[in-house]
């Protein structure tokens, strides 16, 4: 080609580029397909907190993205635990790190680690202890046996139950595997942390803590593993902002090594159905990373301010009283509980909740001491009497950590507009 010709079409491309922006500027941008509203789902502002039946969290944006980015890739699974699990391991000061589908999965797994070793022969054998040779029992205090230990049923073992220091050394045998540490309950139980570490270490037993839902404080992530717990649990779909079907198991080099030959991708274990995509696995890490790293004061003030408005919003109608609490334990968040008169505002907590609820926008908020799931028909989870009791009490608690921005001002105004409401005559 002469270069006349070639300069002539180099002259061209502004044009032509110019044509194609303004063709894309003319096209009408596609519409993202909405399935909640598609389907008719309720989705609603959560003042209640992190709690699974509601979703647990909305994820990071970085999660988000790094969940959208990863699943265009194929990778060996099994790569990709390894990988994640020795920079987890470095950011919680473990031995070693995996991550689960939950903190329930992590308990099973953990425990399954721990009864087969790298015996293949016993992981095949899993739940079916008799004649194996495997240990079969889990021992923790009364106070601590709750309703998640069901996770350790799922390997064969029972859990036995102990109250004091004695107990647990009568209780302890040749079929002892673990004992268990539930810290939401620690106040609870005569044995505290760092005793329970020490008789595991006396005994020879490894030592394990449910933290699920206990960050923050961000310290916590690291706190037990440095006290000597062998193995601790915790869910990622919290406050740390990951996949609500992902947990992380840390602790012990060899239980953890253990621990994930009995999960997947291998396809002969209990634990097969505890599936954790690279999307997931890859999530999680981005959002511990990122929580780890996040500027806790800052996020904390916020909560701070949040709550105070709401409060402020409320505090001043007749018959109304506001307290704000920061729990021990568990999530350990500003917490503003809102109570009245109910000569003067003429109007029960569940009946609140339920304004709130179907009300729009739908808010979700807690009462009593208990999250909504335990008043729904059906549950089984409470004593019915209890139930029935908390149903009648004149309060709600609301909580601030899984607010989205502004959404603070919205909870506000219609928490003030249903009890303003029926706080006035007749």
Known sequence: MKRRKILKSLSTLPFLGSLSMQSAAAAPLKKKRDVIEELGIRSFINAAGTLTYMSGCIMDEEVVETI??????????????????????????????????GAFSAMTLGLAGI????????????????????????????????????????????????????????????????????????SHGQIKHEEWVALGKELKIATSIDIAADVPPVSNLWKFNDMGFDLVFISGGKAMRGPQSAGILMGRKDIIAAARLNAPPRGFTI??????????????????????????????????????????????????TTKVIVPELGNITPTLTISWDDSIVKLTGKELRDKLRYGNPSIEASFAGLPLYHYQAGSDSVDPALVETLKGENLIRVTAWMLQPGEEKIVAKRIKEELSSASKPG
């Not at 990778?75 to 589908?101: N, P, R, Y």
């Not at 992981?123 to 202890?129: I, K």
């Open 115 to 186: 009864l087969t070793g790298l015996d293949i022969k016993k992981v095949e054998q899993l739940p079916h202890l008799e004649g194996t040779g495997m240990k079969s029992e889990v021992i923790c205090q009364k106070s601590h046996n709750e309703r998640y230990n069901h996770a350790f049923l799922n390997t064969g073992c029972r859990v036995i139950e102990v109250e004091t220091v004695e107990d647990v050394r009568k209780a302890v045998s040749e079929k002892t595997a673990l004992l268990h540490f539930l810290n939401i309950e620690a």
């Open 271 to 320: 634990a097969r159905g505890h599936k954790v995509n690279k999307e997931e696995i890859l999530g999680m890490y981005v959002a511990l990373d990122k929580f780890i790293s996040g500027d806790h004061d800052k996020e904390w003030k916020g909560w701070e301010a949040s709550i105070a408005h709401i409060e402020n919003a409320v505090k001043n109608i007749d018959g109304i």
């Open 68 to 101: 959208e980015n990863t699943s265009r890739h194929f990778c060996m699974i099994d790569e990709v635990q390894d990988k994640v699990g020795e920079k987890i391991a470095k950011l919680v000061h473990s031995e070693a790190a995996m991550v689960s589908c």
